[in-house]
């Protein structure tokens, strides 16, 4: 996982953990946050190949190669595989 691989070593960020069940509110994550999700988290062939990494506008908006409301994917809930947040 990118995280795992590179942002584990950032001291300019950290790893939240969200408890199983439990989702956040898009405007929870502050600006800056990296969102990873896993393959196969929507409809595209490339993100069902190879997941999908925004980042925060801490606005409840993702942006990535275009912009999207955090956390849907088209009116439908998408979790994240992992949230890094800035400290």
């Given amino acids: ?3 795992d691989k590179f942002l584990v070593n950032d ?7 969200i408890p199983s ?3 956040l ?3 929870d994550i502050p600006a800056g946050a990296i969102i990873i999700y896993n393959k196969g ?3 595209s062939k490339a993100s069902a190949a ?3 990494i925004e980042v925060s506008g801490g606005n409840a908006c993702g942006y990535s190669d275009l912009t999207t409301h ?4 088209h ?3 998408r979790d994240p595989k992992e949230i890094w947040i800035p400290i």
């Fill in 1 to 3: 996982i990118v995280g």
């Fill in 11 to 17: 001291k300019n960020f950290k790893k939240i953990t």
């Fill in 21 to 23: 069940g439990m989702h």
């Fill in 25 to 27: 509110k898009p405007e």
């Fill in 41 to 43: 988290y929507s409809n």
């Fill in 50 to 52: 190879n997941g999908h």
């Fill in 70 to 73: 955090l956390l849907s994917n």
């Fill in 75 to 77: 009116g439908n809930r």
